[in-house]
């Protein structure tokens, strides 16, 4: 004998919508959010141009990795100073850790003719495109 069960795609589509509404992130003590990093990417005259935020990281702590059209952007947020002894931290909000973002732009890009400047907290890329192989034609003997 075998169970029925009825169809009810809309409940299904309710739960979904609402599911986490209501729930706001529950951080236990000691434990920290992991910091996020904000990219925009464009596309200007034959390069893709990404920005990416990322507050608190000094340049040395920033690593960007290349591999035909996937572009990884890792960076490590170091905490300045760890709480003395006899004090006790009342509210912190500001995030600590390591933190890498990964993604495949369309077409190829050219490394050797990468560059990268940080200043302000906002990491700029220019990443131009590789050109594409001509096509040759061979000539049958």
Same mark, same amino acid.
């Given at each position: 004998?075998?169970?029925?069960?009825?169809?009810?795609?809309?409940?299904?589509?309710?739960?979904?919508?609402?599911?986490?509404?209501?729930?706001?992130?529950?951080?236990?003590?000691?434990?920290?959010?992991?910091?996020?990093?904000?990219?925009?990417?464009?596309?200007?005259?034959?390069?893709?141009?990404? =920005?990416?935020?990322? &507050?608190?990281?000094?340049? +040395?702590?920033?690593?960007?990795?290349?591999?035909?059209? #996937?572009?990884?952007?890792?960076?490590?947020?170091? !905490? +300045?100073?760890?709480?003395?002894?006899? +004090?006790?931290?009342?509210?912190?909000? !500001?995030?600590?850790?390591?933190?890498?973002? =990964?993604? =495949?732009? &369309?077409?190829?890009?050219?490394?050797?003719?990468?560059?990268?400047?940080?200043?302000?907290?906002?990491?700029?890329?220019?990443?131009?495109?590789? #050109?594409?192989?001509? !096509?040759?034609?061979?000539?049958?003997?």
């Amino acid at each position: 004998m075998s169970n029925l069960t009825r169809f009810d795609p809309f409940n299904d589509l309710v739960d979904d919508l609402f599911k986490g509404f209501l729930v706001r992130p529950m951080y236990t003590e000691g434990r920290e959010p992991a910091p996020r990093m904000k990219v925009d990417i464009a596309e200007r005259n034959g390069a893709y141009l990404v =920005s990416a935020e990322l &507050p608190g990281v000094r340049k +040395e702590d920033i690593q960007i990795t290349i591999d035909g059209a #996937q572009v990884t952007l890792a960076a490590e947020v170091k !905490r +300045e100073k760890e709480a003395a002894r006899d +004090e006790r931290v009342l509210h912190a909000e !500001r995030v600590y850790g390591k933190v890498t973002r =990964s993604f =495949s732009l &369309p077409q190829e890009l050219d490394e050797s003719a990468a560059e990268a400047r940080f200043r302000d907290g906002v990491l700029e890329l220019t990443l131009p495109k590789k #050109q594409a192989a001509q !096509r040759k034609q061979i000539v049958v003997q």
